[in-house]
């Protein structure tokens, strides 16, 4: 994993000369107090207002928020290595057979497709 920034936001804001308090009646509050509280980390914003700072900054969120994202991603795959170990252990077995054949050929079409790794590029 590359050692990003867990958010661009304050990045972002000051290239475009916005203040906070600016960012924050953009977004529909009364003050800077959550993006200052969002670009500190101590609170993670809305799904709403994450979008919200996609469309000010014409950035994906996922560019926004690159080092959470490769947090929440890096977690994602232990908890789908687990997930395929597990159905690797009971593969062909009994009547779930065919679902648990189907879960484990989506996760190597995921692995091969590459499709996140290309998204996160």
Do not use: C
């Not at 000051?14 to 960012?23: A, E, N, P, Y």
């Not at 969120?61 to 690159?66: D, G, K, M, Y």
């Amino acid at each position: 994993m590359s050692d990003r920034l867990t958010n661009y936001l304050r990045t972002h804001r000051k290239k475009t000369g916005l203040s906070q308090r600016d960012l924050g009646r953009i977004l529909g509050y009364q003050d800077e107090v959550p993006v200052s509280r969002h670009e500190r980390l101590h609170r993670l914003p809305s799904l709403r207002t994450a979008l919200g700072y996609e469309i000010v900054f014409q950035v994906p969120i996922s560019e926004i928020f690159a080092g959470l994202r490769d947090a929440i991603e890096q977690d994602i795959e232990e908890r789908l290595s687990e997930l395929e170990r597990g159905l690797q252990e009971r593969s062909g077995r009994g009547r779930h057979a065919a679902a648990t054949a189907r879960k484990l050929e989506w996760i190597s079409e995921r692995r091969t497709s590459g499709t996140l790794e290309n998204s996160s590029a």
